[in-house]
């Protein structure tokens, strides 16, 4: 297939407002999102054209609706009422940022600038604590605010290693594809270096899909085991200590002997509890944000060991959700991914013989969501930006790549033949 000529990239006030938002909400050095976020609605109106509402845009409206429903159950109307204006707040950015990226040169320049503040914030910092510093926690590193829980940095850093690994896959550019290549192994041990087990779980998952999915896959395999292999020999001991504690799983004795220090004990005394909401409010949960809230009334009554009381996370985005929004929003919550593993896996399918090179880098976007997804089964991440964030990235890849090429450099454009 010939290649398809690009427009060159216009840096315009909406792609210098997007990266600046992805500055501030990773380094945390400035609070202007919201200057941020208004570059970005200014960009949009002078960028012009049709504004589109994608599918996964039009899903995330109806689940900010139905967290509304809350307000007639919660037992305190102003946090979940703050709740839902920052859900709110979220769709104006998706919708912002889904109506600036529209080719290939600027969702290239929009990746690529991610992946840079993301090594910047948190990846430097996480891997300054883990050699220079030793300021681990428990062993298991971390970096600063969200950051600060290995388990959260581990499934945020899902999809920046999908985006890693396909823009050393798609890119044409020397230095841009060895940062690639260079990330995927840096990606890697710092998920291997925080211990999350949720994260090992979700890596697996898609290191088991890869060759059922991929086009080359002694080339993929052989990578993967390189680059996994370099991340586990760099890995503390402690990573695989966590590991074989999974083979101790027992509902019975209510997951006691996992780990010495029972944190999955206590997760799953937690669990229990948020499980009694759901069962006394199925349909309507008991409103956006008061699940920790219930939980310290719950632990209260039944007496429950200090580890487990106070308002506590429930340290699972599908359990919590079903608790403040009822198996409705849970519902809703499932489309909207579901919209996005569908369409990346509908154009990649399409683009398999034609396009390969954006075959594969979707092929690697799919599998970081679906590791994404696993890991929030161990982690609260429903009202969090990044997730939202993921999701919009992760659409976009794979509306964008179904139009056009990633990157076209001048000397293999080809000219229209002559008549």
């Not at 859900?87 to 990746?111: A, D, P």
């Not at 999809?159 to 690994?165: N, R, V, W």
């Not at 398999?352 to 075959?359: D, G, L, T, Y």
Request: proline share 5%.
């Amino acid at each position: 297939m010939p290649f398809v000529d690009q427009p060159p990239l216009r840096l315009g006030l909406g792609l210098v407002a997007l990266t600046f938002y992805l500055w501030v909400i990773h380094s945390y050095k400035l609070p202007a999102g919201d200057i941020a976020v208004l570059g970005l609605g200014i960009g949009v109106l002078l960028r012009g054209g049709q504004i589109r509402i994608p599918a996964p845009l039009a899903v995330m409206g109806l689940f900010i609706a139905w967290s509304a429903v809350g307000l007639a159950v919660t037992e305190r109307a102003d946090l979940t009422w703050t709740a839902i204006v920052n859900l709110g707040k979220l769709w104006v950015i998706v919708f912002c940022i889904m109506n600036l990226v529209r080719s290939g040169s600027e969702l290239r320049f929009v990746v690529i600038a991610w992946l840079a503040i993301y090594a910047l914030y948190p990846i430097r910092g996480a891997l300054y604590n883990q050699y220079i510093c030793h300021c681990t926690t428990l062993g298991r590193v971390a970096w600063n605010f969200i950051f600060a829980n290995p388990n959260d940095l581990a499934a945020i850093s899902m999809l920046p290693l999908g985006l890693t690994a396909a823009v050393a896959v798609v890119e044409r550019v020397k230095v841009w594809r060895i940062a690639g290549l260079l990330g995927v192994g840096v990606l890697a041990l710092t998920i291997m270096l925080t211990q999350s087990r949720a994260a090992m779980l979700g890596i697996g998952l898609a290191a088991v899909l890869l060759p059922l999915s991929s086009r080359r896959k002694r080339r993929d395999l052989f990578l993967l085991a390189v680059f996994l292999g370099v991340a586990a020999l760099a890995a503390p001991k402690g990573v695989w200590v966590r590991l074989a504690g999974l083979t101790n799983v027992s509902v019975r004795q209510g997951m006691s002997n996992v780990d010495p220090e029972r944190s999955a004990e206590s997760r799953w005394a937690i669990w229990q509890i948020a499980f009694v909401s759901i069962r006394e409010q199925p349909l309507t949960g008991v409103g956006l944000d008061m699940q920790p809230l219930k939980h310290r009334q719950e632990a209260e009554r039944r007496g429950a060991w200090w580890t487990v009381r106070g308002e506590r996370d429930t340290h699972s985005t599908y359990i919590r959700l079903t608790a403040e929004m009822g198996f409705p929003g849970l519902a809703i919550y499932l489309v909207m991914w579901g919209l996005v593993v569908a369409k990346l896996r509908t154009v990649r399918k399409r683009l398999r013989h034609q396009r390969p090179r954006e075959h594969q880098a979707l092929l690697f976007v799919e599998l970081a969501v679906l590791a994404y997804l696993v890991a929030s089964i161990f982690g609260s991440y429903g009202l969090l930006s990044f997730n939202y964030l993921a999701l919009t990235f992760a659409w976009m890849m794979a509306d964008v790549l179904e139009r056009e090429p990633w990157y076209v450099p001048p000397r293999l454009r080809v000219l229209p033949a002559r008549r």
